[in-house]
């Protein structure tokens, strides 16, 4: 079994697709009588076997369901944030932070952090995130319990970017927000990294990101901000500086990546090793480490499809999730393409940027590809 970085390969002992919270926690009292390892797996996105384990693989996928209620959502683990989505809008309403592809499982971004274009504003899914139904597999022997900040608090943040390892959760209850009718999209090109955060921090907009790309005449930066509008005229106006103003539904922004998502799957791209490399970068020293990675970055490193992308956050109370102060997410996502580094190139490169990271007080986002 391999998971989306196609890098690591493991056999479980048996998988187990649970369609309740009492048959997860069946297989959770099973695994821990026959002293087996457990670990949740949603649509295995992860880049280097975090989903994956030689005990017991827990698919969550049948897991789905969506309660919407009048200023939350109820929703089991195995639901996608595409169908959590197409829940809730019909009635006016979002999740406050969705991840850029729709197509991950409420309970493995929630495991695993989860960071947004909103997250400027709103922060982690898992730090929005209000309850959780959670079976331990520290202790194997319970059933189903609830937890948040004020019920089993210690539970609570456990699990919240614990990658499974303290507990599989089978719901969320998500807080909603209203949903935007359409949405202004412009790009702002900058000068350098300096730049691209200066951006980040100064312009007001609903959703920001920034991606780095190869161009002849090297790299080329820029800021995607994004305004969010209500009715048919969208009365917002665009930030200073900014070109290729594109005007569109919410949801058509919000599914952005589903034709390239498509293109990448005909050209094979999408089945290669994708060795990520991804860290949280104090805001002050951020622009010093992204430069000399970028100045060692070539394409082949990089790979064919690969992206480099920058946001600037707020992570809110989430313990599990190790991050310095004002932090910067700073993502080299590389494909291993044919005609480009070796995988084992790109986890070396993976490893001296973590190293570069932690020098200047940066974490690793332990949703990456870096050999222990």
Known sequence: MRDFGGIVERSPVRVVRPGSAREVARAVREAAAQGLDVVPRGLGHST??????????????????????????????????RELLAATLPHGLTPPVLTDHLDLTVGGTISAGGVGGTSHLHGTQADKVRALAVVSN??????????????????FDAVRAGLGRHG????????????????????????????????????????????????????????KAVLYGDGPDLAVAPPPGAV???????????????????????????????????????AARAASVIEATLA???????????????????????????????????????????????VAEMLAANRVLLDRARAAGGTRYAVDSVPA
């Open 244 to 282: 290729d103003v594109e005007e569109l539904p919410y949801l058509d922004f919000c599914d952005r990546m589903r034709p390239d998502v498509a293109e990448l799957i005909v050209l094979g791209e999408w089945a290669r090793p994708h060795p990520w490399g991804m860290v949280f970068l104090p």
């Open 168 to 223: 599989v959760i089978t719901e969320a209850t998500i807080p909603l927000v209203p949903a935007p009718e359409r949405v202004l999209s412009c790009t702002i090109p900058c000068r350098d990294v300096e730049d691209v955060l200066r951006v980040q921090r100064d312009v007001r907009a609903d959703h920001i990101s920034a991606q780095v790309k190869t161009s002849l005449h090297g790299w080329v930066y820029e800021v």
């Open 296 to 342: 060692e970055l070539t394409p082949s490193g990089l790979g064919l499809s690969g992206v480099v992308l920058v946001k600037a956050l707020r992570v809110g109370h989430v313990p599990m999730l190790d991050v310095p102060d004002d932090p910067v997410l700073f993502s080299v996502l590389r494909t291993a393409s044919p005609g480009c580094a070796s």
């Open 138 to 155: 520290v202790t194997g022997d319970g059933e189903p319990v609830r937890c948040s900040r004020d019920v089993r608090p210690e539970l």
């Open 48 to 81: 280097y076997g975090q989903s994956l384990t030689a005990g017991v693989s827990l698919d969550l996928r049948e897991l789905t369901g969506v309660e919407v209620r009048a200023r939350d959502a109820v929703v089991a683990a195995g639901t996608t944030w």
